[in-house]
């Protein structure tokens, strides 16, 4: 199975950046689109954003559109999100999940991380 680990979260004062990794285990992870949820305190898990296992096609939530960036490194066997402009809005816990085939904005991941915590303060 995939094993995927989350990290670079953290506090952060609003208008700020943080970037989130996300390493994944063996050799063929870079055959599995990859997305980013979050979910914060009382609330349903939200989709962020994806990315396709080449890394040639992108996808995002509105509400982080032009704020967020993803890419990956799959010489590293790494999935990256860049977040920039941070509101408070943004606190929640990050989640990277993986899946063979085409990317979905839903929660049709097969794989999941344990989550890191993102905590954006005004």
């Known amino acids: 199975q995939v094993q995927l680990v989350e990290s670079g979260g953290g506090l952060v004062q609003a208008g700020g950046s943080l970037r989130l990794s996300c390493a994944a285990s063996?050799?063929?992870?870079?055959?599995?689109?990859v997305g980013w949820f979050r979910q914060a305190p009382g609330k349903e898990r939200e989709f962020v954003a994806a990315?396709?296992?080449?890394?040639?096609?992108?996808y995002y939530a509105d509400s982080v559109k032009g704020r967020f960036t993803i890419s990956r490194d799959n010489a590293k066997n790494t999935v990256y999100l860049q977040m920039d402009s941070l509101k408070r809005e943004d606190t929640a816990v990050y989640y990277c999940?993986?899946?063979?085939?085409?990317?979905?904005?839903?929660?049709?991941?097969?794989?999941w991380g344990q989550g890191t915590q993102v905590t954006v303060s005004s």
């Open positions: 063996g050799p063929t992870f870079s055959y599995y689109a």
């Open positions: 999940a993986a899946r063979k085939g085409v990317v979905v904005t839903t929660s049709e991941y097969d794989f």
């Open positions: 990315i396709t296992w080449r890394g040639r096609s992108t």
